[in-house]
């Protein structure tokens, strides 16, 4: 059974950075497609980006051009490199790993716990 371990979330004003941080283990990581998911207060769960184990990358309109994910299979980890901070980006960040990317976007395959990201205004 995989474990995901999510870390890098925290406080950061509004046109901020993050990186957070999702380290795998128990499964050969490199060939699934590992995503980023996040839920705010009050709010249905939200795709964010998600990365297939070929490469390909995937975001939700909301985040393109500010949000980036990448891979590196030596470290079994994913990256999501989150630039120009919003209010509206808080939340809490898990990420899920999966056979495939239709797999990931419908929620399927193991989860983390998360990682808190809260932007100030």
């Known amino acids: 059974q995989v474990q995901l371990v999510e870390s890098g979330g925290g406080l950061v004003q509004a046109g901020g950075s993050l990186r957070l941080s999702c380290a795998a283990s128990?499964?050969?990581?490199?060939?699934?497609?590992v995503g980023w998911f996040r839920q705010a207060p009050g709010k249905e769960r939200e795709f964010v980006a998600a990365?297939?184990?070929?490469?390909?990358?995937y975001y939700a309109d909301s985040v393109k051009g500010r949000f980036t994910i990448t891979r590196d299979n030596a470290k079994n980890t994913v990256y999501l490199q989150m630039n120009s901070l919003k209010p509206e980006d808080t939340a809490l960040y898990r990420c899920a790993i999966s056979p495939s990317i239709a797999a990931i976007r419908a929620g399927l395959g193991s989860w983390g716990q998360g990682t808190q990201v809260t932007v100030s205004s």
């Open positions: 128990g499964r050969t990581f490199s060939t699934y497609a």
């Open positions: 990365v297939s184990w070929s490469g390909p990358t």
